[in-house]
């Protein structure tokens, strides 16, 4: 996967990120983004699956479901 920067301004800041901390141009612009994700109150993945999850096992009570076996499976259409 690649990010090509055409903005010279861009490069410019990411340079200057990059410089001052010791990071790679790379990781001064994930920093960043990052940092604006989590004020703009977005979720990562991860942290929605869990959100998720927690809402589940509050709705299921906790219960476990075991995955249906084969012939549980069959003996519904017969």
Not at 73 to 78: I, K, P, S, Y
Request: proline share 3%.
């Amino acid at each position: 996967m690649g990010l090509n920067i055409k903005n010279k301004d861009v490069e410019m800041l990411a340079k200057q990120v990059a410089d001052a901390t010791g990071e790679t141009k790379t990781e001064a612009i994930r920093k960043a983004l990052v940092e604006r994700r989590d004020r703009l109150g977005l979720q990562p993945n991860e942290a929605a699956l869990r959100e998720l999850e927690i809402t589940l096992r509050t709705i299921h009570g906790n219960r476990k479901f075991e995955p249906i076996q084969k012939q549980e499976w069959d003996a519904l259409f017969e």
